[in-house]
């Protein structure tokens, strides 16, 4: 069992960055692929980057591509996603997963989630 709990998010102006963490507990938590994904209000939830086990591994979205990175903390079950030249259109529920060992783009394919948290970008 993998417990995730998102942090970071806030209201921030276009151009902005912010930097999310998730805290994952559990013993087994550095064994696992960590993805973010996002969600709008009356959207689907959207997958934003992953970041495989050992952090050998990353992909992204092509809408965050070149803005956005993901890196990993194994010695503080940690993950990270920090935000760049933030835009409008990035805001959104952000939502850390889990999934076993490699990474997916796909939401269903995650085992666990947190409980997200907001990002509003003002322009």
């Known amino acids: 069992q993998v417990r995730l709990v998102e942090s970071g998010g806030g209201l921030v102006q276009a151009g902005g960055s912010l930097r999310l963490s998730c805290a994952a507990s559990g013993r087994t938590a550095s064994n696992y692929a960590m993805g973010w994904f996002r969600q709008a209000p009356g959207e689907e939830r959207e997958f934003v980057a992953a970041?495989?086990?050992?952090?050998?591994?990353?992909n992204y979205a092509e809408s965050v591509k070149g803005r956005f990175t993901i890196s990993r903390d194994n010695a503080e079950k940690m993950v990270y996603l920090q935000m760049n030249s933030l835009k409008a259109e990035d805001s959104g529920v952000y939502y850390c997963?889990?999934?076993?060992?490699?990474?997916?783009?796909?939401?269903?394919?995650?085992?666990?989630w947190g409980q997200g948290t907001q990002v509003t970008v003002s322009s």
């Open positions: 970041i495989s086990w050992n952090g050998g591994g990353t």
């Open positions: 997963a889990a999934r076993g060992w490699y990474t997916s783009q796909r939401a269903e394919e995650y085992d666990y």
